[in-house]
């Protein structure tokens, strides 16, 4: 008997101190949504790394194509039921949405801790995308609300082997617009195809127009524009859009471009049919799986005028958010933090071949993308501008200039209609 009572007095002491003893944290379950195809593999191998060293599970969950997962985010927030990081596609008013909201975390603190280490790993054009600057138009906290995975610079692409064909230097693409022209009579002398590109899709065209906008009158006078001091009827921009006319007219344009998507612009390229492409960095990845012996360069928009710089759209992207709701935000910015460390974005240039956003990763890239990374500096983009166009102007005047490509209107028309659209906008934008 005074065993068994010994016994049992034993085991409640050691039950006692078990229940006394202090629990561990359960570790949290990170959610992130995002649409890149082709990078699941590369998260989910990142992901298993990451929970094997800290014991967070990280759960990549990818909704495709880009269009479904947008219409999935703005429904999640509608109803407040985000995950701890996801992405914003689409223009920066909206982006802002998102912030006023309270969706999206200012990450501004956490880029200034250790003496701005984590800001200063970034290139500053691919950070500039997701930052908000002192009285933006948007009215947003000035702030830094994304971390970008990787950087892109838009540009021209051309099929070495049609240059050689057509007995021309493929070591020496044009560089002005008037050797781009007389390059548009061989192709249409050769019967070859001359530019591809998913200009039925409006952004792309925007891109293009703004390469030459920004070339033939600055950015101070673009800029101006979208403001409503500048008409779209002024001569310049008729210029812009008679740019157009002038490629159809000497057989740079490829058949068909105005309906083309640009994953079909990506097939014919990669297939050699067509002698120019103008996309972006990303491309590299997309042609070495269409055609690993794609032999291409790649060339700077063509020059117009001297007096301005030109330009070309880049910085970010790709990145991602932290949900400023989450109960893991802490958790959150730390595994962004190694997701953005040098090791972790070298392992991303080489699986998915994008261009790191990490500064310190350029001499792990391949010779195809360091030709896209050369021009980083010359890159612009709508989301760092502070002021956006109103978006029945952008789709007046992209539309307008497809109309110009298939010979509906001539560019005087098109800039008369897209002011009218223009006026007739702010006039309700002042009401």
């Not at 603190?109 to 002192?134: H, T």
């Not at 022209?181 to 703004?210: P, S, T």
Request: aromatic fraction near 10%; include cysteine; glycine fraction near 6%.
């Amino acid at each position: 008997m005074k065993r068994l009572i010994a016994i049992v007095l034993l085991g409640c002491a050691v039950f006692g101190l078990y229940s006394c003893a202090p629990k561990q944290a359960k570790k949290p379950t990170i959610v992130v949504w995002h649409w890149m195809t082709d990078r699941q593999a590369a998260f989910e191998q990142l992901a298993g790394e990451y929970e094997q060293k800290t014991g967070i599970k990280i759960n990549f969950e990818l909704y495709a194509p880009s269009d479904a997962y947008s219409q999935k985010t703005r429904a999640a927030a509608q109803c407040n039921t985000l995950p701890d990081i996801f992405g914003i596609l689409a223009e920066k008013r909206v982006f802002a949405s998102f912030v006023k909201a309270g969706h999206v975390l200012d990450l501004y603190p956490y880029m200034q801790q250790d003496g701005r280490s984590w800001q200063d790993s970034f290139f500053a054009k691919a950070l500039a995308v997701n930052e908000f600057s002192q009285d933006n138009s948007y009215g947003v906290q000035p702030g830094i609300y994304g971390v970008p995975l990787d950087i892109t610079t838009i540009q021209m692409i051309y099929n070495k082997d049609l240059f050689d064909e057509m007995g021309l230097d493929s070591d020496k693409p044009p560089q002005n617009f008037e050797e781009f022209l007389a390059v548009g009579r061989q192709i249409k002398q050769a019967g070859l195809q001359g530019m591809v590109a998913g200009l039925a899709e409006i952004w792309m065209i925007d891109c293009l127009a703004n390469n030459f906008a920004f070339n033939i009158m600055g950015r101070n006078k673009v800029l101006a524009t979208i403001r409503g001091e500048v008409a779209y009827t002024d001569p310049d921009w008729i210029k812009v859009l008679s740019l157009f006319k002038q490629m159809q007219d000497e057989g740079l344009l490829a058949d068909g471009i105005v309906i083309m998507v640009n994953k079909v612009a990506e097939q014919l390229f990669a297939n050699g049919r067509a002698v120019f492409a103008f996309n972006g960095s990303w491309c590299v990845n997309v042609y070495h799986s269409m055609n690993p012996a794609l032999n291409y360069g790649v060339m700077l928009p063509p020059k117009i005028n001297s007096e301005y710089p030109l330009s070309i759209w880049g910085g970010a992207g790709s990145s991602f958010m932290v949900n400023a709701r989450s109960e893991n935000r802490e958790q959150v910015v730390e595994f962004l933090k190694w997701l953005t460390a040098e090791e972790q974005q070298a392992y991303l240039a080489q699986a998915t071949n994008n261009l790191p956003s990490n500064k310190e990763c350029l001499d792990d890239i391949s010779p195809a993308l360091a030709q896209f990374a050369d021009d980083m500096d010359l890159t612009t983009h709508p989301n760092t501008w502070g002021v956006s166009e109103l978006p029945l102007v952008t789709e007046a005047w992209n539309k307008g200039i497809q109309s110009i490509i298939i010979g509906e209107k001539t560019p005087q028309e098109v800039a008369v209609l897209v002011q009218v659209v223009k006026e007739r906008e702010l006039a309700k934008k002042r009401q």
